[in-house]
């Protein structure tokens, strides 16, 4: 007898992405190469994942000296690493139980480490206050994500739950919710406009939605992932957005792991808790809000440590303790993504020894997002059947495709999304993996693909090259 | 309006520990230390955790110094660490995507350690096949055994899903049934006969079971937290339980974090697996086993990485691609956890430079805990009032403690369960911070403290002396 029957219905809905065909085929791809079959490539240029080392680029050194002496804090006596490293790796292990990373720490995360956490949010938030109380390290950001939508979720009602998401949409989330048996309601960002955010929209969804489930929150990705407005959102916008969840008694899940991603001349992240505190009661004390961040993405990109964190705003104490006993059940963070939070939050300070390194790498990140965003759009807008909006945020570019009718109906036959098609074509014949547009959620009948842009600049000018011949081979074999 | 009344009645169904009140507690009483109120002891002895560089002991020299040399590789390049280190460093830092630990790795893992762990459990059970694609890497054991539990219980059906769990039990797998909306179901360990496990009593709590719920597992902690039979089930016992599933088609969940920690001159870790292949078709056949194992435990004790793993045995293909596609929603698990079990699967060989300090890290463990345990058991069974099972596996003491009336009354009136009134006074007079049988399930009118022993030798020596203390006083307070 097997458990098939039984189990887990709700396991059952989650549905398995597009994108998981094209990663089994990358690594038969390489195994080719390693036996020596010959290909028009030496390897695969992998931007599928917003994870900067994957593409290339090198973590900040800070960063791993400083994990590198907690966790061998014989090395705080060699004079390789800078005193303000062995200083912060002293500090550290001081607040660790037993002055080692290899303990439990405290549900929430290492006390300090949260402290410092809550310190950071209130600067970055011009001093609207930040209360350590409210903060929840996680093994990752989408792991804190996935917790809180366990609060909301409720399986026991007569309809089931609903959680309004963009489209397009980090895929995870997507699957998360599915996972938890409620129901994904997408509300469509306007892509001609430059992927922004319509009031309207939301209505639409909404009400749509109400037929068949009961909505309980909204989910917006700022700035976006795959896609945003801009991919960052306009203060005035954030404030629509807060007035529509008022009124509607929507919890509001703010997914702003990309904050450190912002790049464009005229864009600046603000973030939803600043703008709530700033609309003044009784909405900035009612608005139920969840703010995610992660030591995943932006400069540190640390995403194999998986430490990100949420912090809660206006919940109710007694829910507040029901977030702790969840928490519980999964003991406490891993202590060096914690410490990652904690560094990536608290960089060398200009009069430290570590600084001007820490600067100078931070620096050439920053350029090498700021031209990889300008150049791909560049190069992506020159190609006919492509359209891109400019990326001045998050980490990757999301341009649509447009494909020839004989290449849909051929990706039909092969049994694929038409985008799948068009991915695994340039994965074959390119090496380049990229995910498809259908992963994330898009408009019917339009298709894109999602490049990480947070990649090293040779290996992106490599990445376009490639692309740009495939492309045009592509559109020739179809029309 | 608040999200109390909305919020998932599952997460309600979490229970708090009692234990978070001494923990609440121990963090005032330590500050109260910091700021110099005196007190009858320095500072809090922390037993409460199974977390071994908690209470003082040290994390393995090997293990540390590949993880900061994966870390921070420029330190490959100093003849300070061993040639093994280095090269072993090398060789993961080669498996990494990107060649960074700051990479997502795939969903299981990253597949050159999934391998080699998959070869460590063949040898461990002395040739029983183990393969690759059956092994999931998550953020600790816990993780994947939540997982698991994940897809058997369903929340669809008219009755809820029930799993037949050990009183006493670890107490987050307990928290963790309840927060998926299933029922745990206690069958008792019987402590006169030292804790072990008795079929009838299996047969007894099922039974009971079924008039209001649909029990489809078994967990089972072998070796057992806090306590199980001499601390290490017996292969007659093994076959028993085996049997028992079989015929009343339960899924098998095997917590086996503790294998490595058995030290009675007559106890040997047998895995599930082992036993379930050696009795043969159809049974090794058909039976589906879930095996848990951790770096957080036994002699690598590295809680703070959060590296387990979980072996399917028998699952039906589909449910594999389940399980995968769940795995998925969490990302992987981090990667110095992932390499934290490869080097505690895989430890240095005698003619490499790292083993003699391996070794020797290693039998000092070995003995500390061995003697701690005989040292608790001693100095408890001599105290009146207590009682201990002699201490062969798994990392606890768990003594059963004969509270007088008047304590028992006392506790009452102060809203506590009689054990963590003992617990909390224990605690506030004598320094020591244990968790309480009542956390774990005992039987009706028993009580219990639990104690870590994997700590050093003189916290131990220190721990026994205040603990005698404190308990005459007690004992003679309320008798
Ligand atoms: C929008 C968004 N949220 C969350 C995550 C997950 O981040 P973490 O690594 O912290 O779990 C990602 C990862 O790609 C993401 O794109
Ligand atoms: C029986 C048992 N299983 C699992 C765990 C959790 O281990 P991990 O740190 O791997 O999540 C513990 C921790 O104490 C335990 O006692």
Request: charged residues 20%; neutral net charge; aromatic residues 8%.
């Given at each position: 007898?097997?458990?098939?029957?039984?189990?887990?219905?709700?396991?059952?809905?989650?549905?398995?992405?597009?994108?998981?065909?094209?990663?089994?085929?990358?690594?038969?791809?390489?195994?080719?190469?390693?036996?020596?079959?010959?290909?028009?490539?030496?390897?695969?240029?992998?931007?599928?994942?917003?994870?900067?080392?994957?593409?290339?680029?090198?973590?900040?050194?800070?960063?791993?000296?400083?994990?590198?002496?907690?966790?061998?804090?014989?090395?705080?006596?060699?004079?390789?690493?800078?005193?303000?490293?062995?200083?912060?790796?002293?500090?550290?292990?001081?607040?660790?139980?037993?002055?080692?990373?290899?303990?439990?720490?405290?549900?929430?995360?290492?006390?300090?480490?949260?402290?410092?956490?809550?310190?950071?949010?209130?600067?970055?938030?011009?001093?609207?206050?930040?209360?350590?109380?409210?903060?929840?390290?996680?093994?990752?950001?989408?792991?804190?994500?996935?917790?809180?939508?366990?609060?909301?979720?409720?399986?026991?009602?007569?309809?089931?739950?609903?959680?309004?998401?963009?489209?397009?949409?980090?895929?995870?989330?997507?699957?998360?919710?599915?996972?938890?048996?409620?129901?994904?309601?997408?509300?469509?960002?306007?892509?001609?406009?430059?992927?922004?955010?319509?009031?309207?929209?939301?209505?639409?969804?909404?009400?749509?939605?109400?037929?068949?489930?009961?909505?309980?929150?909204?989910?917006?990705?700022?700035?976006?992932?795959?896609?945003?407005?801009?991919?960052?959102?306009?203060?005035?916008?954030?404030?629509?957005?807060?007035?529509?969840?008022?009124?509607?008694?929507?919890f509001l899940l703010a997914d702003e792991v990309?904050?450190?991603?912002?790049?464009?001349?005229?864009?600046?992240?603000?973030?939803?808790?600043?703008?709530?505190?700033?609309?003044?009661?009784?909405?900035?004390?009612?608005?139920?809000?969840?703010?995610?961040?992660?030591?995943?993405?932006?400069?540190?990109?640390?995403?194999?440590?998986?430490?990100?964190?949420?912090?809660?705003?206006?919940?109710?104490?007694?829910?507040?303790?029901?977030?702790?006993?969840?928490?519980?059940?999964?003991?406490?963070?891993?202590?060096?993504?914690?410490?990652?939070?904690?560094?990536?939050?608290?960089?060398?300070?200009?009069?430290?020894?570590?600084?001007?390194?820490?600067?100078?790498?931070?620096?050439?990140?920053?350029?090498?997002?700021?031209?990889?965003?300008?150049?791909?759009?560049?190069?992506?807008?020159?190609?006919?059947?492509?359209?891109?909006?400019?990326?001045?945020?998050?980490?990757?570019?999301?341009?649509?495709?447009?494909?020839?009718?004989?290449?849909?109906?051929?990706?039909?036959?092969?049994?694929?999304?038409p985008d799948t098609f068009y991915c695994m074509?340039?994965?074959?014949?390119?090496?380049?993996?990229?995910?498809?547009?259908?992963?994330?959620?898009?408009?019917?009948?339009?298709?894109?693909?999602?490049?990480?842009?947070?990649?090293?600049?040779?290996?992106?000018?490599?990445?376009?090259?490639?692309?740009?011949?495939?492309?045009?081979?592509?559109?020739?074999?179809?029309?």
């Amino acid at each position: 007898m097997s458990f098939l029957q039984k189990i887990s219905s709700n396991v059952k809905n989650i549905k398995q992405l597009e994108y998981s065909a094209l990663a089994e085929r990358t690594n038969q791809i390489r195994e080719e190469l390693r036996q020596g079959v010959r290909k028009p490539y030496g390897d695969v240029i992998d931007v599928s994942f917003g994870d900067p080392h994957r593409a290339g680029l090198k973590p900040l050194s800070f960063v791993r000296q400083v994990l590198a002496a907690c966790l061998y804090p014989q090395l705080m006596n060699s004079d390789k690493l800078p005193a303000d490293v062995r200083h912060r790796a002293q500090r550290l292990l001081e607040s660790c139980v037993g002055e080692s990373v290899g303990s439990y720490t405290a549900t929430a995360g290492i006390p300090e480490i949260v402290q410092r956490l809550s310190e950071f949010i209130t600067r970055r938030d011009g001093g609207v206050p930040s209360y350590p109380e409210n903060i929840y390290i996680s093994p990752g950001s989408q792991w804190a994500l996935t917790n809180i939508l366990k609060i909301l979720v409720n399986t026991d009602g007569p309809s089931k739950t609903g959680v309004l998401i963009s489209a397009p949409c980090h895929s995870i989330t997507t699957l998360s919710i599915l996972g938890l048996g409620a129901v994904p309601i997408p509300y469509y960002l306007n892509e001609d406009e430059g992927w922004t955010l319509q009031v309207e929209e939301l209505q639409r969804a909404l009400e749509s939605a109400k037929k068949f489930c009961n909505p309980v929150a909204l989910y917006i990705i700022n700035p976006g992932n795959p896609a945003g407005p801009r991919h960052v959102q306009s203060t005035s916008s954030m404030q629509e957005v807060i007035r529509f969840v008022s009124e509607k008694r929507l919890f509001l899940l703010a997914d702003e792991v990309y904050q450190g991603c912002v790049n464009g001349d005229n864009s600046k992240f603000v973030s939803y808790k600043k703008v709530l505190a700033e609309m003044g009661p009784p909405l900035s004390d009612t608005v139920e809000l969840a703010s995610f961040h992660s030591a995943s993405k932006g400069f540190t990109g640390e995403c194999g440590l998986r430490g990100g964190y949420v912090e809660l705003v206006n919940l109710d104490p007694v829910v507040m303790k029901h977030i702790h006993t969840l928490f519980t059940t999964g003991s406490c963070a891993p202590v060096l993504g914690q410490i990652a939070l904690d560094l990536m939050t608290n960089p060398p300070k200009p009069q430290e020894p570590s600084y001007p390194l820490y600067h100078q790498e931070v620096q050439h990140m920053r350029t090498t997002l700021a031209e990889n965003g300008k150049k791909a759009c560049e190069v992506l807008n020159s190609l006919p059947g492509f359209s891109c909006q400019p990326v001045e945020g998050g980490m990757f570019a999301f341009p649509r495709v447009f494909l020839p009718p004989r290449a849909i109906q051929r990706a039909k036959e092969t049994g694929m999304q038409p985008d799948t098609f068009y991915c695994m074509r340039l994965l074959e014949e390119a090496g380049v993996l990229s995910m498809p547009g259908c992963d994330f959620g898009q408009k019917e009948g339009t298709y894109h693909i999602r490049l990480c842009i947070v990649i090293h600049k040779d290996i992106m000018e490599n990445l376009l090259r490639h692309l740009a011949n495939f492309h045009q081979k592509f559109m020739m074999d179809f029309c």
